[in-house]
């Protein structure tokens, strides 16, 4: 009864690994895509916030993986791995991606989200890790919390509260 | 990341003298609006990671009512004008002189929606004219569009272009308030202007000043 449950947080453009009884949650996605990723037996799962579709966006010199959808849901699978998950056991709750701001000339730039939500269906059906949820696209932020002992995804937003996926 | 590390405290400068003259202008603009007294602070030049850029204003989940619009033109970038709630709804009952106001109704009312987002359109429009005057910059702003949600979803927005070339960004916050109430920091309302990574030696050209200066 008395076991302590702490929240791990994942900040944008990041990831980290979870283990229950402790819970593991990113605050204000909007465009961007939190991923989780769990072993479906073992009570471990991971998270990583995406901000943009492709690594060969980037431009910069060191690369930060966890930005992107291509990187990020490989390198989280990785890790997820390295202590324990088993890949076929590995299933995915994804949500984020919204179009925050409705603009008449919609640039590439600003149809980020639904891009985002793309590359990381992609990445996840080449790993072949099946989505068990997804709350994508519209237009509000969220706040996404998982446990990896239910295996439930939270997403709260500010119009429609916390609801359970 | 390397326009960064060729910042000088020169560069430094430059940009807080425009968060200077645009946010001078533009609380000038919303002093006149409401006919009150506007104070407005000294300008921050910040370097931060996206993570600090969310704390800059109350953090990722906290809820807020921005007006973001992108600039185009010579030195592209993005501007976002936050207010948190409170402050928010004081602005909307004094432009539409209805003290009855919530913050909650906002959504459904289309009055109180346009004037914020007139709000943001008069202030975000005076800013970037003063900037475009100072620099001798074309630039245009995009049809300002309003969002109240959280932070982290709105903000993001405007890191995408940067998030492509660097894990950090470079910020120009001014803060402003009504002069004669006693606020926190919490609820002030944030200019926060960031240019995209090409149009920093843009505008330090304009002005004269070299990149590696």
Not at chain 1, 1 to 7: C, G, L, N, S, T
Not at chain 2, 36 to 49: A, N, S, Y
Not at chain 2, 62 to 85: D, K, Q, T, Y
Not at chain 2, 177 to 196: A, K, M, Q, T, Y
Request: aromatic share 6%; with cysteine.
């Amino acid at each position: 009864m008395d076991e302590k449950v702490e929240i791990i947080k994942v900040g944008i453009a990041d990831m980290n690994i979870v283990s229950a009884p402790n819970r593991i949650r990113t605050s204000g996605l909007g465009s961007c895509v939190g991923v989780v990723i769990y072993d479906q037996v073992k009570d471990i799962a991971g998270l990583v916030h995406i901000m943009l579709p492709d690594s060969s966006l980037s431009k910069a010199g060191t690369m930060n993986v966890a930005k992107f959808a291509d990187t990020g849901v490989k390198e989280l699978v990785k890790k997820l791995v390295q202590i324990g998950a088993r890949p076929s056991f590995l299933k995915a709750k994804i949500a984020g991606g919204a179009q925050m701001f409705q603009f008449s000339n919609t640039s590439d730039m600003m149809r980020i989200g639904p891009r985002n939500v793309e590359a990381v269906k992609r990445e996840l059906a080449e790993l072949k890790i099946a989505i068990m949820a997804e709350d994508v696209g519209g237009n509000s932020g969220r706040t996404i919390e998982f446990c990896p002992k239910s295996k439930i995804l939270h997403i709260r937003t500010v119009n429609k509260g916390t609801q359970e996926w | 990341m390397g326009f960064i590390r060729n910042l000088s405290s020169i560069h430094l400068d430059i940009l807080k003298e425009i968060g200077n003259i645009g946010a001078g202008h533009a609380a000038t603009a919303l002093s006149k609006l409401l006919n009150k007294k506007i104070d407005m602070q000294v300008p921050h030049v910040k370097i931060v990671t996206f993570d600090e850029m969310m704390e800059l204003s109350g953090g990722a989940d906290h809820v807020v009512a921005a007006v973001f619009l992108r600039i185009e033109g010579e030195a592209p970038g993005s501007m976002f004008f936050v207010l948190p709630p409170e402050q928010a709804t004081v602005f909307i009952k004094q432009m539409i002189g209805d003290e009855e106001f919530t913050f909650d109704q906002l959504a459904e009312n289309e009055i109180a929606t346009s004037a914020l987002q007139e709000l943001g359109n008069i202030l975000s429009g005076s800013y970037l004219s003063s900037l475009s005057d100072f620099t001798g910059l074309a630039l245009y702003p995009s049809v300002p569009a309003l969002s109240v949600d959280m932070v982290g979803a709105i903000i993001s927005y405007g890191l995408i272009e940067l998030s492509q070339v660097s894990d950090y960004a470079i910020v120009i916050d001014t803060a402003l308030n009504e002069d004669d109430v006693e606020i926190s920091e919490s609820v002030r309302g944030h200019f926060l202007l960031l240019p995209d990574p090409d149009s920093f030696h843009i505008i330090f050209e304009s002005l004269g000043v070299r990149d590696n200066g």
